[in-house]
């Protein structure tokens, strides 16, 4: 096995032969400036192609990697090829910041250029500060500049990423207004030398969890510099557990674990999940929704736990009652009280499938003990 060097590569090096491939084919004459790819291309590398591409002569498959709502997509990088930043909201785990990072690969080739929104982020942190042993030597002069993530963005044309934007104090917020404007940033200190205007490519995507909150306080003059995209949780069980497959393959095969994972397996969690969150199972009985978020980001996470201790502890087999433990586990973040709700989704809806279905559902249904 190739012992990896990174926990987890960024965008553009795990998918460093596509997106050579795509730009190898790219012959659109239709790029924005500063862009490595053109948008059709982008879509592409998001959306995933049909056909393979030949590159150095083999076939380089490009798959797609969000799945859901392709129009969405397409908004998004018309958004970043124009005056305006772009602004993902939605519920945790719907993909925001994996969008974030593919868009980013793909029309900058970096993905890392990014603010980690917490609570005490500073304007140092957006847009600069100073290495001090160099300023007391030299004075404020551009090699004491310590270029943070928005500089970066402007000076070389490419995206600037905020993560979590809304968990940031709105005053700290608002230091990207007169920037995303104008694409100018002030640095007083350096005088006459102090204009750094942005190179074509540079724009700001930003991500913001409905659940903190937060959008309402993000100031109207912040707001009307940024296109606001709704990113939706997966509405369709099938496309969930497609989600699950995919993604656990690919933390499978990174983290040296040569296990397939079970399809029937990952139907039953989607379902699980699915009727959960929407609060309705598939054959119509009402699920009380716990309080947490079920979301496939969650999902994905329950899933690999439970192949990781098939693989390491048990027979390769995906156990029922080790599942059942990290679901609760998953579902119980917010309160234990949502313990009940549980419960009763097994005595209730498990227990139909069980009867219905069998196979995998019945061990589900008698891994219920396991709901403590
Ligand atoms: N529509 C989707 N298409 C593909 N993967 C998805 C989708 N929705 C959720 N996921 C999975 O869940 C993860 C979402 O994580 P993330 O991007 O961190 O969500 P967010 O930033 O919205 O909280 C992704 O990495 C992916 O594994
Ligand atoms: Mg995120």
């Keep these: 096995m190739q012992e990896n060097t990174k926990i987890r590569p960024q965008a553009e090096e795990r998918y460093r032969e596509e997106l050579a491939a795509l730009a190898a084919a790219d012959t659109e004459n239709k790029k924005p400036q500063g862009w490595k790819l053109s948008p059709r291309a982008v879509r592409d590398f998001i959306l995933g192609r049909r056909e393979p591409l030949e590159w150095e002569g083999r076939e380089v498959r490009v798959n797609k990697k969000y799945l859901g709502n392709d129009a969405l997509v397409e908004r998004c990088i018309i958004t970043l090829a124009g005056n305006r930043g772009l602004m993902l ?201 716990p309080g947490s978020v079920m979301s496939t980001a969650e999902a994905v996470s329950v899933y690999y736990q439970t192949m990781m201790s098939a693989w390491y502890y048990g027979n390769g087999k995906m156990d029922m009652g080790c599942m059942v433990q990290n679901l609760t586990g998953a579902v119980l973040k917010e309160s234990r009280e949502d313990l009940e709700k549980l419960k009763s989704y097994f ?18 249904y008698e891994a219920r003990r396991q709901l403590r």
């Excluded at 007391?136 to 995206?159: F, H, S």
């Excluded at 005595?347 to 589900?364: F, I, N, P, Q």
């Design 347 to 364: 005595s209730t809806v498990v227990r139909d499938k069980s009867e219905r279905e069998g196979g995998l559902w019945k061990s589900y």
């Design 89 to 289: 909201v939605g519920d945790p785990g719907t993909a925001k910041t994996m969008l974030s990072e593919l868009l980013s690969a793909a029309i900058s080739g970096v993905s890392t250029n990014t603010v980690q929104g917490t609570a005490g982020t500073t304007e140092d942190m957006i847009k600069y500060s100073w290495n001090y042993a160099l300023l007391l030597a030299n004075g404020p002069t551009r090699q004491a500049l310590v270029p943070a993530p928005l500089y970066t963005g402007m000076e070389k044309g490419i995206l600037t990423r905020f993560e979590e934007i809304t968990r940031t104090p709105a005053e700290i917020q608002d230091s990207l207004i007169s920037v995303m404007s104008d694409k100018v940033m002030n640095v007083p200190e350096l005088g006459d030398e102090g204009l750094l205007f942005a190179r074509p490519g540079f724009n700001v995507i930003g991500t913001a969890n409905t659940r903190d909150k937060g959008v309402n306080e993000m100031s109207s003059a912040l707001k009307r510099r940024f296109n606001f995209e709704t990113v939706q949780p997966v509405r369709d069980v099938k496309l969930e557990k497609e989600i699950i497959l995919n993604e656990v393959r690919g933390l499978a095969s990174e983290a040296g674990l040569r296990m397939e994972p079970d399809e029937e397996a990952a139907a039953l969690l989607a379902a699980t999940f699915h009727e959960l969150r929407e609060g309705v199972s598939s054959t119509g009985q009402r699920v009380d929704s």
